[in-house]
């Protein structure tokens, strides 16, 4: 019998293996795609991702396949400085921040995976859950297989196959907030200065929602922008599609950040209007309810990453938390699965790491949807004003670490004394 299955190798599935590895564990990873199928758009990795990354030994790969970087500005609508937030700092955290492709991310985990002997096996649909055991569980797939295992670990994503055995009814739900992204090279832009004034990276606030521009190369000839807009609920299908119908994320872009009266600063018009489509994609932003728990009654199954929790992704913690997840729960799997492990414990040391994750998510999830309302457009002057100024309050009183200290100071390596 296999000691570890893992559904879904995205961020958390192979983060878990590889770690699990470290320990001598056995694992097999089972996902849905194929390998070759590409995944667009950047993603934005915080002190606290590449601490997890750098403990399996490919942090210093990635740092040079992306954009690093430590302060992040936030202007006003019309590009006018408000202060400057640390996403990362070498000094304090020992790392600075890194925007770099998903699909990047994705394929040097993958390579990690193959050069450790860790078993991927592709195109492999899980449709659940078929029983807990008293010492192991059963998955089933879509082509008939069923695979039993010590522990199940969904880390399938958002749309998890796996959280509906244990929390019947916990469908995702669509937050009324997408994410629109695209890149464009620093030569196509037709520029007197090359960035029009503006200092990347940064994040504007305007009264029509916010633009964040963030260069996703190395060597930052590449600029990447994340448009943060309210849209309404178009199903799973309906978002698949738009997606892939770049034509209409153009015209949404368009319509929000070129007229003059919404009052952008050059640069975002620039970017819109030369942003190659193939390299437009979107994010509707899903929230699922609170769990409570992560795990099974028989604690041989559990979940992690997206499919346990939901991060709003204004904070930049979406695959942070997962690879904390990851690095955690390995640490866990290690401990139970050791020959002198007392099975009467089991569920005493899982609730452990559960509370200590979902303490954290909590937290993070607090600090990530006040960020969040920010963002949002403001129907009026006033409120605008307001957020304005709590923006600027937000730098006055609490300096350059913006308050993110313990959240990018954290070691997953902590779980050890809570564990104990
Ligand atoms: C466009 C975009 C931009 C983002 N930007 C950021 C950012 O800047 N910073 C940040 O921290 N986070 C960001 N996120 C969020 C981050 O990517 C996610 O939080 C993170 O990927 C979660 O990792 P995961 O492994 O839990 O899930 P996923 O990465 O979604 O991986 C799940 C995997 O499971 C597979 N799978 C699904 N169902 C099944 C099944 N039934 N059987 C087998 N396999 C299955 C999927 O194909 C996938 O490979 C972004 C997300 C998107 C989509
Ligand atoms: C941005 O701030 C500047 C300086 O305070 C101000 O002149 C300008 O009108 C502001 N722009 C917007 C769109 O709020
Ligand atoms: C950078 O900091 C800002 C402000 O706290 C936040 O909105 C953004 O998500 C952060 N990004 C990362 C990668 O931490
Ligand atoms: C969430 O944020 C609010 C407002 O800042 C704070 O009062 C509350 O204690 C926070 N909750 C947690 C669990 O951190």
Redesign the pocket.
């Known amino acids: 019998m296999l000691a570890v299955a893992i559904i879904g190798s995205g961020m958390a599935g192979p983060v878990l293996a590889l770690s699990l590895h470290k320990h001598s564990i056995p694992c097999v990873l089972f996902e849905l795609r194929t390998p070759d199928s590409q995944q667009g758009g950047n993603i ?3 002190p606290n991702a590449l601490r997890v990354l750098d403990h399996l030994g490919i942090y210093d790969r990635l740092r040079l396949l992306g954009y690093n970087y430590e302060e ?1 500005g936030f202007t006003n609508g019309s590009g006018m400085i408000l202060g400057k ?1 640390w ?1 990362g700092s070498q000094k304090v955290y020992n790392f600075p ?1 890194l925007r770099i492709h998903r699909s990047i991310v994705k394929e040097e985990l993958i390579r990690e995976c193959e050069k450790k002997g860790i078993e991927i096996r592709w195109g492999k649909k899980c449709t659940g859950v078929e029983e807990e055991r008293e010492g192991s569980a059963v998955v089933r797939f879509e082509d008939g297989e069923t695979v039993e295992a010590q522990f199940v670990v969904g880390a399938d994503g958002i749309h998890s196959k796996i959280r509906p055995f244990m929390f019947p009814g916990t469908d995702p739900i669509f937050s009324g907030l997408m994410g629109v992204m695209g890149t464009v090279m620093v030569q196509n832009l037709n520029s007197l200065c090359e960035t029009h004034g503006l200092d990347l990276p940064c994040m504007i606030f305007g009264a029509k929602g916010s633009f964040a521009i963030m260069p996703a190369s190395f060597g930052g000839n590449e600029l990447g922008y994340f448009a943060t807009l309210e849209a309404k609920d178009r199903g799973r299908t309906g978002w698949q599609m738009l997606e892939k119908n770049q034509a209409e994320l153009k015209e949404m872009l368009h319509e929000r950040f070129l007229p003059e009266k919404n009052g952008f600063p050059v640069l975002v018009k620039e970017l819109v209007e030369k942003t190659a489509s193939e390299t437009l994609t979107s994010w509707p932003f899903f929230s699922v309810p609170h769990l409570h728990s992560w795990s099974s009654p028989n604690k041989r199954i559990f979940v992690i990453g997206d499919a346990a929790h939901a991060i709003p992704p ?4 979406g695959a942070a938390m997962a690879f904390e997840d990851a690095e955690t729960l390995a640490y866990v799997l290690a401990r139970v699965l050791a020959s002198d492990f007392n099975a009467n414990h089991l569920s005493d040391i899982v609730s452990k790491w559960e509370h200590h994750r979902i303490d954290r998510i909590v937290k993070v999830v607090n600090f990530t949807t006040k ?1 969040g309302d920010l963002r949002k457009s403001s129907p009026h002057y006033y409120e605008q004003a307001a957020k304005e100024w709590i923006i600027w309050a937000t730098f006055k009183f609490m300096g350059p670490e ?1 308050g ?1 200290h313990w959240m990018y100071a954290y070691n997953a390596e902590s779980v050890l004394g809570a564990l104990a």
Not at 314 to 317: A, K, L, N
């Open positions: 934005a990795l915080a992040l937030l996403n921040a204004t904070g930049g913690q960020n913006g993110a």
